[in-house]
T-cell receptor
Framework: DGGITQSPKYLFRKEGQNVTLSCEQN?????MYWYRQDPGQGLRLIYY???????QKGDIAEGYSVSREKKESFPLTVTSAQKNPTAFYLC???????????FGEGSWLTVV | GDSVTQMEGPVTLSEEAFLTINCTYT??????LFWYVQYPGEGLQLLLK?????DKGSNKGFEATYRKETTSFHLEKGSVQVSDSAVYFC???????????????FGQGTILTVHP
């Protein structure tokens, strides 16, 4: 099946540890995105990538890092510098920038 | 910058009631407008979209019309079902040339609960 796969679905980490969230898509989309969702709020853009080996900061990039070494993969690392990492993280992709954006199922990260 | 404002929730309706969720926006140029739906514990699914003024997006009985004169994109459904219970997000992307081209700006979401 074509789609966007995020893993793991649920992740618990101790404060001060880095954690990497996986995002893979088999839609042959050029653009990929990471959003963060907090309870009762809309989604906020962390990073996006228009094409392989390229990415740009979104509105809340501090404390996060990404890489885009392959077209189908866009992993997000939540570093210890992120002050409030507990949230729901959503990966998304689009055929190119400007086309309709489709979302994965999300990953819940809880930092204790 | 761009912004999207949705009506305050939560919205609670009985089955077969009429639904309206208001959405207004502020954007430069000619944005594309979207409604996404999020079921409990899941990611977002695209519900419908409209890319230019007066376009009507529709899907699964939901409709929304792109009204440039009122900068609105209200979501409507004539008869809701229990299975429509979810969080609904209005969103926009700027048109080509805009500084936020291709990136979604979301409203805060509206929780809809439909009772039998």
């Amino acid at each position: 099946d074509g789609g966007i796969t995020q893993s793991p679905k649920y992740l618990f980490r101790k404060e001060g540890q880095n954690v990497t969230l996986s995002c893979e898509q088999n839609l042959n989309h050029d653009a990929m995105y990471w959003y963060r969702q907090d309870p009762g709020q809309g989604l906020r853009l962390i990073y996006y990538s228009q094409i392989v080996n390229d990415f740009q900061k979104g509105d809340i990039a501090e404390g996060y890092s990404v890489s885009r070494e392959k077209k189908e993969s866009f992993p997000l690392t939540v570093t210890s510098a992120q002050k409030n990492p507990t949230a729901f993280y959503l990966c998304a992709s689009s055929r190119t920038v400007g086309n309709t954006i489709y979302f994965g199922e999300g990953s819940w990260l809880t930092v204790v | 910058g761009d912004s999207v404002t949705q009506m305050e929730g939560p919205v609670t309706l009985s089955e077969e009631a009429f639904l309206t969720i208001n959405c207004t926006y502020t954007a430069t140029g000619y944005p594309s407008l979207f409604w996404y739906v999020q079921y409990p514990g899941e990611g977002l699914q695209l519900l419908l979209k409209a890319t230019k003024a007066d376009d009507k997006g529709s899907n699964k009985g939901f409709e929304a019309t792109y009204r440039k004169e009122t900068t609105s994109f209200h979501l409507e459904k004539g008869s809701v079902q229990v299975s429509d219970s979810a969080v609904y997000f209005c969103a926009l992307t700027e048109g080509a040339g805009g500084t936020s081209y291709g990136k979604l700006t979301f409203g805060q979401g509206t929780i809809l609960t439909v009772h039998p």
